[in-house]
């Protein structure tokens, strides 16, 4: 038997951008659990006298000019030489963008791919043949997988790649994209793949495998984290395809039913509940959503400042829980208006971004030509901070609105 760990989007050192927006946020932990993850890899890997490591692009994260970063990735790998593990390693989008990348020399146990063309890596000792090609840029649209090299006969064939399979995930830009059937004309054994941060098992005839990335990086990045390890039988086929945790932070979503909830005591129990049934060996940033209809809706939206306070303060005596945020998603439990009546400034705003929210690329256009928009700060734009170009966080803006003044006219009656 065998044994090879496919790993992908470490994106060491990714910076988390607006945690200091945050009061009580565990940015060290967070901004360490990267580094964290990648300890633990390089520790799985040794328990297991694994025979090879493959690594399916995004090792980095953008353009950095600290060494550091890729000076700990080698000091990382060189660890792995010490074990006798080899490492094959692709460039993805996020690597090709880094300059810094490109100067460091890494031990002699890791191989990076060339990005000119696809090559071939025999590892006889090993069973192995590694096929790979990089990323020469960052905004690569070519198929990659098209020009791989056919199978090399007698031995365990890889196919590594960092790609957006057509017909994937919408959450993910295209690069390097292919289709399954041009995966499966290699006659390849297994295709290593990178980019996609959630693991996911496409195929098995070929086994075609995202196993996400090593650690969640904001709330859109939920659940377990890690690589998945490969076992090859003796008859060079796939055993088994077994994912292993590496996260040393995990991103949770805690959506709680206050349907028929008196008051905000009662609401306050219910989400202090679902922490309870938070597991405590990881430090876990979780973000709370109320939804359902309940006479509490108006004061959920008025006091959310300080209900928010007094959950950070409940989360606080879990050993490991930090609140990220709370959405209020709620609706009176007659479902009707606060203002009242088919007139009324409520039904008047309700009808206006109702309108928008049918039409979000208008609204887009609207906040997009905004001079306000160009000012606003890097730190604080992003999938989890401002996004005018993202539907769903314009879709949420207009329905925001539309329940703060809701609660507002209720208190002002």
């Not at 460039?91 to 060339?114: C, E």
Request: hydrophobic letters at 40%; one cysteine or more.
């Amino acid at each position: 038997m065998k044994k090879i760990l496919h790993a992908a989007d470490l994106h060491i050192d990714s910076p988390l951008r607006g945690l200091s927006r945050y009061e009580g946020a565990p940015e060290d932990d967070l901004r360490l659990a990267t580094r964290r993850a990648l300890d633990n890899l390089v520790r799985l890997a040794t328990d297991l006298s694994v025979d090879a490591v493959l690594l399916a692009g995004d090792v980095y994260d953008g353009d950095w000019n600290d060494y550091q970063t890729g000076l700990y990735f080698s000091r990382q790998m060189a660890f792995l030489r010490q074990a006798g593990i080899p490492v094959y390693m692709v460039s993805g989008n996020h690597d090709a963008q880094n300059r810094t990348m490109r100067t460091l020399k890494f031990p002699d146990n890791v191989h990076v791919f060339a990005t000119e063309k696809p090559e071939t890596i025999r590892n006889e000792e090993a069973g192995l043949a590694v096929h790979g090609q990089g990323f020469a840029r960052w905004d690569l649209g070519d198929n990659l997988a098209a020009g791989y090299p056919t199978r090399d006969g007698g031995l365990f064939n890889v196919g590594l790649l960092h790609t957006g399979l057509e017909g994937g995930h919408s959450d993910h830009k295209r690069y390097a994209p292919c289709t399954v059937a041009d995966l499966q004309a290699r006659d390849y054994d297994y295709w290593a793949l990178g980019h996609i941060h959630t693991q996911q098992i496409v195929s098995r005839e070929p086994w075609i495998v995202y196993p996400g990335n090593i650690q969640g990086r904001h709330a859109r990045e939920t659940g377990p984290k890690g690589c998945v390890v490969v076992t090859v039988d003796g008859e060079l086929r796939v055993a088994s395809v077994e994912h292993h945790d590496l996260d040393t932070a995990r991103w949770e979503r805690l959506d709680i039913d206050v349907t028929g909830r008196d008051d905000i005591d009662q609401v306050l129990s219910l989400v202090e509940q679902g922490f309870q049934k938070i597991p405590e060996e990881r430090l876990t940033a979780v973000r709370v959503t109320l939804s359902g209809a309940t006479s509490a809706h108006a004061a959920l939206w008025r006091d959310r400042e300080q209900i928010l306070n007094e959950l950070r303060a409940a989360a606080g005596h879990h050993p490991n829980l930090w609140l990220e945020k709370i959405k209020i998603r709620t609706s009176g439990e007659d479902g009707a208006d606060v203002g009242g009546g088919a007139s009324g400034i409520l039904t008047d705003l309700h009808r206006t971004l109702s309108v928008l929210g049918i039409d979000p690329d208008g609204l887009m256009t609207r906040l997009s030509g905004h001079p306000l928009i160009g000012r606003i700060p890097a730190e604080i734009k992003g999938p989890e901070g401002i996004a005018p170009n993202d539907p769903a966080w314009v879709g949420n803006l207009a329905d925001e609105a539309y329940q703060l003044v809701e609660s507002l006219l209720q208190e002002a009656r």
